[in-house]
């Protein structure tokens, strides 16, 4: 059930018990009053009743996750898929080639995916049950663990991926989920060398000089007071 769907609902139940009588709510459950009370509020609740109501919202998804166990290393690959996804589906190979990779337990690979009007145009995914197509319209955060991939976070917009916005918000999640003593940043797309920089967004054009990012670097450090051992 989705959140929209489950407002509704909700109200609906919170009206109905303020117009219950105290002796329905106040009832033993195998009492006439409770049972009475019992299938009027199922009456408001879909087929699947009461018991197949789930709750679940991206913070908790991410408090979950956070509670693992830290790691030693933390690699966090930026994935701007352009062109070079649209058109041939290569960002998709490279992550299948990574859920079949035997990553150790003590490694954590997360993938920022983005950039792209379009991803695995040609269907590669289709074959690997463990492969998330991601969204054509959202940025989204993965973690890609031995024979799995993951959806932790949907930012619920298309980022810039050329923004150092964007990869500030990518490096301040991955230290925020996956600290480790070893962080390593890695980028996937175009690359223009010292004079152009790296990650050609799809959607805008934009993207990422060296000056950027060094800037989304030492604007991490001083967030959070000195980042060690990031490799790029």
Known sequence: MTRKHFIPILLAVLMLLTALPPAALAAEPGSSEGQAGLALLQSLLPEEGLEEIEITSQMEAIEKYAAQPACDWTICLYVCGTDLEERG???????????????????????????????????????????????????????????????????????NMGDPKTLGAFLEDCLSLAPAERMMLSFWNHGGGPLMGVALDGYTGDILSLAELDAALRGLQTARGGVKSWSC
Do not use: H
Not at 115 to 135: C, I, V
């Open 89 to 159: 589906s290569f960002a998709t190979q490279n992550i299948l080639q990574m859920i079949e990779a035997d990553i150790p337990e003590n490694v954590k690979l997360l993938v920022m995916t983005g950039g792209t009007r379009q991803w695995d145009p040609e269907d590669l995914g289709a074959g690997t049950p463990a492969y998330k197509k991601p969204s054509n319209v959202s940025t989204q955060l993965y973690e890609i663990t031995d024979k799995e991939m993951v959806l932790v976070k949907d930012y619920q917009r298309n980022m």
